[in-house]
């Protein structure tokens, strides 16, 4: 299902604002300029204020409107998620994990500060965004409960863990592939969205709902990032293209080759739009119509 022109254009503008938005509340609440120390700071905001999509803030900060919050209620969220989300580029550009020189269009974060320091910016990121949230008032114990889950062991790290270990191994199966996209990135975006809700102070059942929406909607971000990853070049990608095949890396086109990472998209996709439709979207509502959005999108 392809969007009309003047309806993706719609979508663009408010993903453009979004990101206006995000950026405003991270330059507010990271550590300011020349603060000590300032070496890592400076680094921080080296790797947050790269350029981007601010899809995650823009996950929250689009549920939460969605479940009738507003903003202000899902700034601290929406900073913290994407502190966690740079901190785990950070980490997986460094020569022992991805090794990789390119993000964003520029030097990786230990290509430009040395390894030592990226490794402590990232810290100081995933520290942060736990510090944002403990001012989040009454919510904060939910909150942060739902973001560790997310980032850590059984989520992000548990997910980068098992990529390392099926590029090891060789041969991943599609089962395989698909547990790790679901740790390694849709768990942060499943979060994103419930956390949105839960700043707006939504019932447990449209929690669940904007959990189950954010889990299908990365899954399927995902997919397009593996085909893009075949399809795309640097300067649109912002990023090494070619990396993961060239690593023998477990992925959806490893696996099924390109036609049939491109149908297994498109199948992702139906299953968000009917996880938008449970969280209470319908064709041309933002939530329903993102779908649609991120799985055309080029970079």
């Known amino acids: 299902m392809s969007l009309a022109p003047a309806r993706a254009a719609e979508i663009e503008s408010w993903l453009g604002e979004a990101r206006a938005w995000t950026d405003r509340e991270l330059d507010r609440l990271l550590p300011p300029v020349g603060s000590e120390p300032r070496r890592v700071h400076e680094a921080m905001r080296y790797a947050v204020f790269g350029g981007g999509k601010r899809l995650r803030p823009a996950i929250v900060r689009l549920v939460a409107a ?5 903003e202000r209620e899902a700034a601290l969220v929406a900073a913290a998620v994407e502190c966690v989300h740079t901190y785990s580029l950070v980490h997986d550009d460094l ?35 736990f510090q944002l949230l403990a001012r989040s008032g009454p919510l ?107 690593a ?19 199948e992702l996709a139906a299953e968000a739009r009917r996880a938008a439709e449970g969280l209470g979207a319908v064709k041309g509502d933002l939530a329903y119509d993102l779908v649609a959005h991120l799985l055309e999108r080029r970079a």
């Open 66 to 70: 969605h479940c009738g919050g507003t």
């Open 95 to 129: 020569p022992c994990m991805d090794d990789d020189d390119l993000r964003r269009g520029r030097p990786t974060v230990h290509r430009a500060y040395g390894e030592a320091v990226a490794v402590l910016a990232g810290d100081a990121l995933l520290t942060h965004a």
């Open 140 to 246: 904060a114990g939910e909150l942060v409960g739902v973001l560790a889950d997310a980032a850590g062991a059984a989520g992000m790290v548990g997910g980068q863990d098992l990529d390392l270990g099926a590029t090891r191994a060789g041969a991943p199966t599609s089962a395989e592939v698909a547990r790790i996209h679901e740790l390694k990135t849709a768990a942060l975006i499943a979060a994103s969205a419930e956390m949105g809700a839960i700043a707006a102070r939504s019932r447990p059942t449209e929690r669940i709902a904007a959990q189950a929406y954010g889990l299908a909607l990365g899954r399927c971000f995902q997919a397009v990032d593996d085909i893009l990853d075949v399809t795309g070049d640097a300067a649109t990608l912002g990023k090494t293209p070619g990396k993961d095949q060239a």
């Open 248 to 266: 023998g890396k477990a992925t959806l086109v490893a696996v099924l080759g390109l036609d049939g990472a491109r149908q297994r998209a498109r």
